[in-house]
T-cell receptor, first 113, second 115 residues
Framework: GEDVEQSLFLSVREGDSSVINCTYT??????LYWYKQEPGAGLQLLTY?????DMKQDQRLTVLLNKKDKHLSLRIADTQTGDSAIYFC?????????????FGSGTRLSIRP | DTEVTQTPKHLVMGMTNKKSLKCEQH?????MYWYKQKAKKPPELMFV???????INESVPSRFSPECPNSSLLNLHLHALQPEDSALYLC??????????????FGEGSRLTVL
């Protein structure tokens, strides 16, 4: 089945950029997503990228997709304390009508003052 | 209204109890999902309903029984659970129609403890 891998932890200084990386195995993924989960809460979609795109920028967030290497990254510019959370990479598998979305293990981002 | 509402937020049950988790959305979405999330782990897909019909069952034990009474409601009936079933159960919905990004909208989850 589809496998989505992420590093478990990332610690950055406040104001620096954070880069969270993800690799996946299924090249037929149509959409790739980044979700954010704060403690005790559900998941919130941060951004997504369509599989025929290389890059997407959305305010402080930049998503890069390397389809050849099956590598996805999320860059958060000017990281703030409010960015502390778990970030999940996710990929959608081709499926009729509904979405079959598989999540990576999640990267816990902590911010140092 | 872009909310997915789950009740109860917390549930404690014994292994012989029967209980239900409920989920509701009023975004007109036609696909609804149950995910299970253990501590420090990613959400794992359990069930997908599309147009009120069960379309995916990820080999979930029969002690979990999903139900989709209408396009806005999704239930998860629980019976004879085991302590290892303790987890956060997340409901989600997606548009499920036409060309869309497949984005999932998640509820806050129901935290289940099985004693």
């Amino acid at each position: 089945g589809e496998d989505v891998e992420q590093s478990l932890f990332l610690s950055v200084r406040e104001g620096d950029s954070s880069v969270i990386n993800c690799t996946y195995t299924d090249s037929s993924s149509t959409y790739l997503y980044w979700y954010k989960q704060e403690p005790g809460a559900g998941l919130q979609l941060l951004t997504y990228i369509f599989s025929n795109m290389d890059m997407k920028q959305d305010q402080r967030l930049t998503v890069l997709l390397n389809k050849k290497d099956k590598h996805l990254s999320l860059r958060i510019a000017d990281t703030q304390t409010g960015d502390s959370a778990i970030y999940f990479c996710a990929v959608s598998l081709p499926y009729s009508s509904a979405s079959k979305i598989i999540f990576g293990s999640g990267t816990r981002l902590s911010i140092r003052p | 209204d872009t909310e997915v509402t789950q009740t109860p937020k917390h549930l404690v049950m014994g292994m012989t109890n029967k209980k239900s988790l409920k989920c509701e959305q009023h975004m007109g979405h036609r696909a609804m999902y149950w995910y299970k999330q253990k501590a420090k782990k990613p959400p794992e897909l359990m069930f997908v309903y599309s147009y009120e019909k069960l379309s995916i069952n990820e080999s979930v034990p029969s002690r979990f029984s999903p139900e989709c009474p209408n396009s806005s409601l999704l239930n998860l009936h629980l019976h004879a659970l085991q302590p290892e079933d303790s987890a956060l159960y997340l409901c989600a919905s997606s548009q499920g129609t036409g060309w869309n990004t497949g984005e999932l909208f998640f509820g806050e989850g129901s935290r289940l403890t099985v004693l």
